[in-house]
């Protein structure tokens, strides 16, 4: 589709009051956060949350992240947990996504019919000023076709889509360029159900505990994931993906490469794409998208990534890159 139909507006006071109109009168936006950006829609309108599901193509299986502006707004969407209070009052507004038990008027289309909603208070300006200004809470899940690369970007999602959304607004690149981490509890305990933007060490410090990682396997693939980005496969760009040992050479003069520190064999690559030259993990999450975007946009037969070490930050791009190396093969181009 040409990018050109879905308009990329500068967030003015009258384009967030245009976009606010467009959510309450049940369309889709385009909305920056630190993570990603999202594709918004009411939270409390089955309709519009349809619509985001149809938009991106997504399995109705996979919940959505409903986004708050202010801590009142979750009195009529979910019960708050003395835990979840103490991580509210350390991590948000930020990269933290908590899964609690949601109340009645949330509709069953954004939790895929679980007894539970994701929730998230978003800490990019333009996100929260758009939250105020529609008066709304927000379902927004990243602003990309189901699978894809995330966009960390403008016009990632307005080249991702054709028609659908009413605009995006240009919030600039986002600061954290992962997804948010997902906590949620079993059993009272907490577990952890996708690594992003928080790290699991400042989560534990916080609750003064271990927290379990991992989630619950679903009884089929169909069946309904108790967090977004828990499916084997995600994050994907079209052109193939390998995971590779650091100073592996590329076999073809057709390969990117997708790396985090010093890289010996850059050389040898067609494309090289270094997340963070100086090896800090900030700056490679940062990073990580917007460089799939560019390799995946060169016309190159394959992509080569290293890991980043697992630990802070490094846990979401390392499990990024895996749910990206797994894309089936026969994924479309």
């Known amino acids: 589709f040409p990018p050109s139909m879905i308009p990329i507006l500068t967030p003015t006071s009258e384009n967030l009051q245009r976009a606010a109109e467009a959510l309450r009168r049940g369309e889709l936006v385009g909305m920056p ?12 309108d089955p309709a519009a949350l349809a619509r985001i599901f149809e938009v991106k193509r997504r399995p109705f299986f996979d919940p959505l992240i409903v986004h708050v502006a202010e801590r009142a707004q979750l009195d009529d969407l979910c ?41 998230r208070m978003p800490a990019h300006p333009v996100a ?16 990309n076709p189901f699978g894809a690369l995330s966009p960390t970007r403008p ?10 959304i009413d605009c995006v607004l240009d919030g600039g690149p986002c600061s954290v360029g ?3 981490t997902v906590l ?35 009884d089929s693939p169909k069946a309904a994931q108790a967090s977004p980005g828990t499916l084997p496969w995600h994050y994907a760009p079209r052109t193939p993906l390998r995971l590779i040992a650091p100073g592996a050479l590329p076999g073809t003069k057709a390969a990117g490469l997708l790396c985090f520190g010093k890289a010996g064999n850059a050389s040898e690559y ?26 995946d946009a060169a016309g190159l037969e ?7 070490p697992d630990s802070g930050l490094g846990r979401a791009i390392n499990d990024r890159l895996r749910k990206a190396a797994a894309a089936p093969k026969e994924r479309e181009r």
């Open 128 to 143: 929260r000023a758009l939250l105020r200004a529609s008066g709304l809470a927000l379902a927004a899940p990243s602003a």
């Open 302 to 308: 394959i992509l080569h990534a290293t890991f980043v």
């Open 79 to 119: 019960e708050v947990t003395p835990e979840a209070e103490t991580l509210m009052r350390a991590f948000w507004p930020g990269p933290l996504t908590l899964v609690l038990a949601k109340k009645s008027t949330v509709p069953d289309l954004a939790t895929s019919g679980l007894p539970s909603v994701a929730v």
């Open 184 to 218: 949620g509890w079993e059993n009272g305990e907490p577990r952890l159900l996708r690594a992003g933007g928080v790290p699991l060490e400042a989560l534990q410090q916080a609750l003064g505990k271990t927290i379990r990682t991992g989630e619950s396997a679903p």
């Open 178 to 180: 992962v997804e948010s």
């Open 33 to 44: 956060t630190e993570t990603v950006y999202g594709l918004a829609g009411d939270a409390r």
């Open 155 to 164: 016009e990632h999602v307005a080249t991702a889509f054709g028609t659908g």
């Open 270 to 295: 067609a494309r090289v794409e270094n997340l963070s030259p100086t090896g800090n993990l900030a700056e490679a999450a940062m990073n990580l998208f917007a460089a799939l975007h560019r390799l």
